[in-house]
């Protein structure tokens, strides 16, 4: 595949890992604005979720190359700070949103005078969590496409029809390997397809915990198949098989919590009238209207 820059200008190199990553970061906020505006979310609550939405994509990458940082320290000895992994950002940014979101609604909104930040949302995250790990498989994808070109996260060597003559990351060099990155690729398109589904036809609420029994499954058993090693602190088993029973165990957790707790809180904004008629109803009562 192509790992060389695509184009430059000056200093700066453009590759196509890069561009993936970038694409399905832009495309995972499109689907979630197109949602927000589908499901009746009103303009303050799109604003304030993108915006963390934004703030927690940022602290995730971050948190991506830390993890991997320290898997390198815990291999080599040596700490260096530049690559990544999925789960690490993934962990950092539901962590982070989980933690702005709830400090925001529970702690300043409440006590605060500054207009601006009260919380007049006509929507909770628990009715965004249905279809947010849609977006992230969306995001996700493309950056394994992205991995694909970068020839990282691939498979041993293999002189089986299904193997690709790539560069590979962890040789140095071109060889024809497992490509266990389009493998995930496109397991992560067909999952992104089963959760669109099922939210879209059949109004299901738990594709949280769909996700993460099924990417944690997928993941742990794809790591026996994957040729780059990331290190390990738990005998047996890769760092990110050691998530993956974590994502598991999570998810069924999580069918549990929607059904006693989550479920009751929702608020359904699909179910209120619709945002611009509201506005219009407030103009036509005198509620609004400008001076």
Request: aromatic share 18%.
């Amino acid at each position: 595949m192509y790992h060389e820059p695509l184009f430059s200008i000056g200093n700066l190199h453009v590759y196509a890992y890069g561009l993936c990553m970038a694409v399905g970061i832009i495309l995972c906020f499109v689907f979630l604005l197109w949602v927000f505006s589908y499901k009746n979310f009103n303009e303050e609550c799109t604003d304030k979720m993108i915006f963390l939405g934004l703030v927690a994509t940022a602290i995730g990458i971050l948190f991506a190359m830390l993890f991997q940082s320290v898997y390198n320290y815990i291999d080599t000895g040596v700490f260096t700070f530049g690559s990544m992994t999925f789960i690490g950002g993934l962990i950092g940014g539901v962590g982070s949103y989980l933690a702005f979101y709830n400090l925001y609604v529970y702690v300043i909104a409440p006590r605060t005078k500054i207009k601006w930040l009260q919380n007049n949302m006509n929507a909770s995250l628990n009715d965004a969590i249905p279809f947010v790990p849609v977006a992230i498989c969306i995001a996700h994808a493309f950056g394994r496409l992205g991995c694909t070109f970068a020839g990282c996260c691939h498979g041993p060597e293999t002189d089986a029809w299904y193997g690709i003559y790539m560069w590979a990351s962890s040789y140095g060099r071109y060889a024809t390997v497992i490509p266990t990155q389009l493998f995930e690729c496109i397991f992560l398109v067909v999952l992104c397809a089963v959760m669109a589904l099922l939210y879209f036809k059949f109004k299901f609420n738990c594709n949280l915990g769909v996700y993460l029994i099924a990417y944690g499954v997928w993941r742990f058993l794809i790591e026996f198949v994957r040729d780059d090693n990331r290190g390990g602190f738990i005998p047996g088993l890769t760092p990110s098989q050691f998530w993956s029973i974590i994502m598991v165990v999570c998810g069924i957790g999580y069918f549990f919590l929607y059904k006693y707790v989550l479920k009751a809180k929702m608020k359904h904004p699909e179910l209120q009238p619709p945002v611009r008629e509201s506005k219009k109803k407030k103009v036509a009562d005198g509620d609004g209207s400008e001076n």
